[in-house]
C-alpha cells in the first residue's frame, strides 16, 4: 500500500478551480506534517503549502497565499488542497508529502513520504 496517494488533478481553465486530495496509509500515521509541491516541466520542485496535524497550523508559498488552501480531515487521515482563480503558471504535478518535521517545512528534504503526483493542467 502507498504511503500517499494523491487524487482530484485535471484539466481546468483559467479561473477555475480544482481540489486536491491525498490519502494517508499506516506509515505516515506518526508524521507531523502533510505538505503539498509542485514541480512544473523543466523546473524545480517547489513548496506550495503545509499544514500541522496537531494545532492544524498552515503555512503557504508567498505567491499562492489567498488562492490555495490547506486542510485536513483526520477521521478520513486525509489531506486536501483547494485551488482557486487557477492561472496556466499553477499548471504542475503536484505532490503531497509526510514529514516527521514540524519546521523548515518548506524544504523537501524535510519530508519523509511522497505520494506519486496528480498532473494539474490549467488551459487559458
Known amino acids: 500500500q502507498e504511503p500517499l496517494v494523491e487524487s482530484g488533478g485535471g484539466l481546468v481553465q483559467a479561473g477555475g478551480s480544482l481540489r486536491l486530495s491525498c490519502a494517508a496509509s499506516g506509515r505516515t500515521f506518526s508524521s507531523k506534517t502533510m505538505g503539498w509541491f509542485r514541480q512544473a516541466p523543466g523546473k524545480e520542485r517547489e513548496f506550495v503549502a503545509a499544514i500541522s496535524k496537531r494545532g492544524g497550523n498552515t503555512y503557504y508559498a508567498d505567491s499562492l497565499k489567498g488562492r490555495f488552501t490547506v486542510s485536513g480531515d483526520t477521521s478520513k487521515n486525509t489531506v486536501y488542497l483547494q485551488m482557486n482563480s487557477l492561472k496556466p503558471e499553477d499548471t504542475a504535478v503536484y505532490y503531497c508529502?509526510?514529514?516527521?518535521?514540524?519546521?523548515?517545512?518548506?524544504?523537501?528534504?524535510?519530508?519523509?513520504?511522497w505520494g506519486q503526483g496528480t498532473q494539474v493542467t490549467v488551459s487559458s
Open positions: 508529502a509526510a514529514s516527521y518535521s514540524d519546521y523548515d517545512l518548506t524544504s523537501g528534504s524535510r519530508y519523509n513520504y
